[in-house]
């Protein structure tokens, strides 16, 4: 299974194409009440710079 590159992605994505994990886990993430999504009649969508900023909030890096 090949993956995208996150550059090359669109901007506005379904759940598959944004979290490449499994179908559960993505409607898991995405009935979240902090997750990021933009809801089109019954899509639920993700804005990629939505997703890194909630990704980044998200993350333990050490500075």
Known sequence: ???ESFETMPDVMDA???LQISKAGAYNLLNSPDFPTLRIGGRKLVMKHELV???K???NRKE
């Open 1 to 3: 299974m090949s993956r």
């Open 16 to 18: 598959k194409q944004a």
């Open 53 to 55: 900023e909630w990704l």
């Open 57 to 59: 909030s998200r993350t």
